[in-house]
Protein backbone atom coordinates (compact mmCIF):
# COMPACT_ATOMS: atom_id res chain seq x y z
CA UNK A 1 0.00 0.00 0.00
CA UNK A 2 1.35 3.37 -0.97
CA UNK A 3 2.19 5.15 2.41
CA UNK A 4 -0.11 8.20 1.24
CA UNK A 5 -2.98 5.47 1.53
CA UNK A 6 -1.92 4.33 4.68
CA UNK A 7 -2.01 7.93 5.84
CA UNK A 8 -5.66 8.62 4.90
CA UNK A 9 -6.70 5.36 6.14
CA UNK A 10 -4.37 6.58 9.37
CA UNK A 11 -6.32 10.13 9.57
CA UNK A 12 -10.14 8.47 8.62
CA UNK A 13 -9.67 6.32 11.93
CA UNK A 14 -8.22 9.21 13.90
CA UNK A 15 -11.79 10.92 12.66
CA UNK A 16 -13.71 7.76 13.54
CA UNK A 17 -12.50 7.61 16.71
CA UNK A 18 -12.88 11.29 17.45
CA UNK A 19 -16.69 10.91 16.47
CA UNK A 20 -17.01 7.62 18.45
CA UNK A 21 -15.46 9.79 21.77
CA UNK A 22 -18.19 12.21 21.63
CA UNK A 23 -21.07 10.91 20.14
CA UNK A 24 -21.02 11.93 16.65
CA UNK A 25 -20.84 9.82 13.30
CA UNK A 26 -17.92 9.58 11.22
CA UNK A 27 -19.59 9.87 8.04
CA UNK A 28 -21.04 13.64 8.94
CA UNK A 29 -17.35 14.88 9.28
CA UNK A 30 -15.58 15.49 5.59
CA UNK A 31 -11.55 14.89 5.17
CA UNK A 32 -10.63 17.72 2.72
CA UNK A 33 -6.66 17.34 1.18
CA UNK A 34 -4.57 20.10 1.81
CA UNK A 35 -2.93 20.23 -0.85
CA UNK A 36 -0.58 23.39 -0.92
CA UNK A 37 3.05 22.34 -2.60
CA UNK A 38 1.93 18.72 -3.43
CA UNK A 39 2.53 17.91 -6.83
CA UNK A 40 -0.87 16.26 -8.93
CA UNK A 41 0.77 12.57 -9.16
CA UNK A 42 0.19 12.77 -4.94
CA UNK A 43 -2.66 13.82 -5.56
CA UNK A 44 -4.73 11.38 -7.74
CA UNK A 45 -2.77 8.28 -5.29
CA UNK A 46 -5.01 10.22 -2.81
CA UNK A 47 -7.90 10.42 -5.14
CA UNK A 48 -7.53 6.39 -5.95
CA UNK A 49 -8.65 5.69 -2.21
CA UNK A 50 -11.85 7.83 -2.38
CA UNK A 51 -11.56 10.93 -1.52
CA UNK A 52 -12.85 13.42 -3.43
CA UNK A 53 -12.12 17.00 -1.30
CA UNK A 54 -9.03 19.20 -2.01
CA UNK A 55 -7.98 22.36 -0.79
CA UNK A 56 -5.70 24.66 -2.01
CA UNK A 57 -4.15 28.04 -0.81
CA UNK A 58 -2.55 29.60 -3.83
CA UNK A 59 -4.19 30.25 -7.58
CA UNK A 60 -1.07 29.28 -9.17
CA UNK A 61 -1.27 25.75 -7.92
CA UNK A 62 -4.62 26.08 -8.96
CA UNK A 63 -3.86 26.03 -12.40
CA UNK A 64 -0.45 24.46 -12.59
CA UNK A 65 -2.62 21.07 -11.36
CA UNK A 66 -5.86 21.56 -12.88
CA UNK A 67 -5.06 19.92 -16.31
CA UNK A 68 -3.49 16.69 -14.62
CA UNK A 69 -6.57 16.53 -12.17
CA UNK A 70 -9.47 17.63 -14.15
CA UNK A 71 -10.81 13.87 -15.36
CA UNK A 72 -10.95 12.83 -12.13
CA UNK A 73 -14.62 14.06 -10.27
CA UNK A 74 -13.27 15.98 -7.47
CA UNK A 75 -14.23 19.02 -5.25
CA UNK A 76 -11.93 22.00 -4.87
CA UNK A 77 -12.19 24.50 -2.49
CA UNK A 78 -10.17 27.29 -2.69
CA UNK A 79 -8.64 28.06 1.54
CA UNK A 80 -5.88 30.68 1.13
CA UNK A 81 -5.88 34.14 1.70
CA UNK A 82 -7.49 35.69 -1.76
CA UNK A 83 -6.56 39.00 -3.29
CA UNK A 84 -8.99 41.24 -5.10
CA UNK A 85 -7.43 40.93 -8.27
CA UNK A 86 -7.06 37.30 -8.35
CA UNK A 87 -11.12 36.61 -8.38
CA UNK A 88 -11.59 36.11 -11.75
CA UNK A 89 -8.64 33.62 -12.54
CA UNK A 90 -9.56 31.27 -8.76
CA UNK A 91 -13.61 31.46 -10.41
CA UNK A 92 -12.33 29.13 -13.32
CA UNK A 93 -11.07 26.12 -10.76
CA UNK A 94 -12.95 26.21 -7.72
CA UNK A 95 -16.10 24.95 -6.06
CA UNK A 96 -15.95 26.83 -3.31
CA UNK A 97 -14.32 29.70 -1.33
CA UNK A 98 -13.19 28.90 2.01
CA UNK A 99 -11.81 32.08 2.71
CA UNK A 100 -14.84 35.09 2.41
CA UNK A 101 -13.23 37.81 5.41
CA UNK A 102 -13.67 41.03 4.33
CA UNK A 103 -17.20 43.17 1.97
CA UNK A 104 -14.63 44.30 -0.40
CA UNK A 105 -14.00 40.72 -1.48
CA UNK A 106 -17.40 39.70 -1.03
CA UNK A 107 -18.80 42.39 -3.51
CA UNK A 108 -16.24 41.57 -6.08
CA UNK A 109 -16.66 37.98 -6.27
CA UNK A 110 -20.70 39.00 -6.44
CA UNK A 111 -20.12 40.99 -9.16
CA UNK A 112 -17.99 38.95 -10.96
CA UNK A 113 -20.29 35.33 -10.64
CA UNK A 114 -23.41 37.86 -11.71
CA UNK A 115 -21.32 38.76 -14.60
CA UNK A 116 -20.58 34.84 -15.70
CA UNK A 117 -23.78 34.10 -14.38
CA UNK A 118 -22.98 31.64 -11.76
CA UNK A 119 -23.29 31.60 -7.97
CA UNK A 120 -20.91 30.37 -5.42
CA UNK A 121 -21.02 28.48 -2.06
CA UNK A 122 -18.68 30.29 0.47
CA UNK A 123 -17.07 30.05 4.19
CA UNK A 124 -16.65 32.86 6.21
CA UNK A 125 -13.13 32.91 7.30
CA UNK A 126 -12.83 34.33 11.06
CA UNK A 127 -9.83 35.07 13.11
CA UNK A 128 -10.79 33.20 16.55
CA UNK A 129 -7.04 33.10 17.55
CA UNK A 130 -6.75 36.90 17.55
CA UNK A 131 -3.20 36.26 15.97
CA UNK A 132 -1.83 39.82 13.57
CA UNK A 133 -0.15 36.47 11.32
CA UNK A 134 -3.35 34.78 10.93
CA UNK A 135 -6.51 36.36 8.74
CA UNK A 136 -10.32 36.19 8.84
CA UNK A 137 -12.86 38.77 9.96
CA UNK A 138 -12.85 39.95 13.83
CA UNK A 139 -14.80 37.56 15.68
CA UNK A 140 -17.01 40.32 16.71
CA UNK A 141 -17.73 41.61 13.51
CA UNK A 142 -18.39 37.85 12.06
CA UNK A 143 -22.03 38.32 12.62
CA UNK A 144 -22.58 41.46 11.47
CA UNK A 145 -20.55 40.56 8.29
CA UNK A 146 -22.06 37.48 7.97
CA UNK A 147 -25.81 38.88 7.52
CA UNK A 148 -24.41 41.81 4.92
CA UNK A 149 -22.65 38.67 2.97
CA UNK A 150 -26.07 36.67 3.12
CA UNK A 151 -27.41 40.10 1.19
CA UNK A 152 -25.27 39.25 -2.14
CA UNK A 153 -27.33 37.12 -4.43
CA UNK A 154 -24.49 35.17 -5.64
CA UNK A 155 -22.97 34.32 -3.02
CA UNK A 156 -24.54 31.06 -0.91
CA UNK A 157 -23.22 30.84 2.48
CA UNK A 158 -22.49 27.70 3.63
CA UNK A 159 -20.18 27.92 6.94
CA UNK A 160 -17.74 29.21 8.54
CA UNK A 161 -13.63 28.72 8.19
CA UNK A 162 -10.85 28.97 11.19
CA UNK A 163 -7.12 28.52 11.99
CA UNK A 164 -6.86 27.21 15.40
CA UNK A 165 -4.38 28.74 17.51
CA UNK A 166 -0.71 27.07 16.60
CA UNK A 167 -0.21 25.52 20.00
CA UNK A 168 0.69 22.17 21.75
CA UNK A 169 -2.09 23.40 24.61
CA UNK A 170 -5.20 21.44 23.06
CA UNK A 171 -7.40 23.83 25.98
CA UNK A 172 -5.97 26.92 24.01
CA UNK A 173 -6.63 25.54 20.99
CA UNK A 174 -10.15 24.42 21.76
CA UNK A 175 -11.31 27.71 22.25
CA UNK A 176 -10.66 28.95 19.13
CA UNK A 177 -12.95 26.28 18.02
CA UNK A 178 -15.49 26.96 20.53
CA UNK A 179 -16.01 30.35 19.55
CA UNK A 180 -16.25 29.92 15.83
CA UNK A 181 -19.31 27.22 17.39
CA UNK A 182 -20.89 30.03 19.14
CA UNK A 183 -20.82 31.90 15.95
CA UNK A 184 -22.48 29.49 14.26
CA UNK A 185 -25.05 29.44 16.54
CA UNK A 186 -25.37 33.50 16.60
CA UNK A 187 -25.86 33.26 12.75
CA UNK A 188 -28.61 30.13 12.31
CA UNK A 189 -30.83 32.12 14.95
CA UNK A 190 -30.57 34.85 12.72
CA UNK A 191 -31.47 33.05 9.64
CA UNK A 192 -28.22 32.56 8.16
CA UNK A 193 -27.12 28.64 6.72
CA UNK A 194 -24.11 28.60 8.17
CA UNK A 195 -24.49 24.54 8.92
CA UNK A 196 -20.48 24.28 8.40
CA UNK A 197 -17.51 24.43 10.27
CA UNK A 198 -14.34 23.83 8.56
CA UNK A 199 -11.49 23.48 11.49
CA UNK A 200 -8.62 21.26 12.57
CA UNK A 201 -6.19 20.42 11.16
CA UNK A 202 -3.25 17.64 11.14
CA UNK A 203 -2.24 18.37 15.00
CA UNK A 204 -5.79 19.28 16.26
CA UNK A 205 -8.68 17.10 14.07
CA UNK A 206 -9.50 15.65 17.35
CA UNK A 207 -10.61 18.73 19.22
CA UNK A 208 -12.27 20.37 15.97
CA UNK A 209 -14.37 17.42 15.82
CA UNK A 210 -15.13 17.46 19.59
CA UNK A 211 -16.46 20.89 19.45
CA UNK A 212 -18.35 20.49 15.86
CA UNK A 213 -16.11 20.47 12.74
CA UNK A 214 -17.68 19.06 9.58
CA UNK A 215 -14.34 20.04 7.50
CA UNK A 216 -11.09 18.74 8.57
CA UNK A 217 -8.25 20.13 6.58
CA UNK A 218 -5.44 17.71 6.77
CA UNK A 219 -2.02 17.98 4.47
CA UNK A 220 0.89 17.07 6.50
CA UNK A 221 -0.38 14.14 8.12
CA UNK A 222 -1.00 12.95 4.38
CA UNK A 223 1.82 13.92 2.53
CA UNK A 224 4.70 15.22 4.90
CA UNK A 225 6.40 18.07 5.69
CA UNK A 226 6.73 21.09 3.72
CA UNK A 227 10.10 22.96 3.47
CA UNK A 228 8.43 26.70 3.48
CA UNK A 229 6.96 27.66 6.85
CA UNK A 230 2.91 27.77 7.14
CA UNK A 231 3.00 31.61 7.03
CA UNK A 232 4.12 31.55 3.41
CA UNK A 233 1.02 29.65 2.43
CA UNK A 234 -1.65 31.55 3.92
CA UNK A 235 -0.54 34.69 2.00
CA UNK A 236 -1.37 35.08 -1.42
CA UNK A 237 0.61 37.37 -3.20
Not at 14 to 27: D, L, P, Q, T, V
Not at 71 to 88: A, D, V
Amino acid sequence: MHPIIENINLIKQRIANACAGCGRRAEDVKLLLATKTVNAEKIRIAFSAGETLMGENKVQELKEKYEDLKSIPHQTHFIGHLQTNKIKEVLKYVNCIQSVDRIELARKLNDRLAFEQRTMEIFIQVNTSYEDSKFGIAPEQAVDFAQEVSRLERLQIKGLMTIGLFSAEQEKVRKCFELLKTLQHEMLDKGIEAHELSMGMSHDLETAIEEGATIVRVGTAIFGERIYPDSYYWNEK
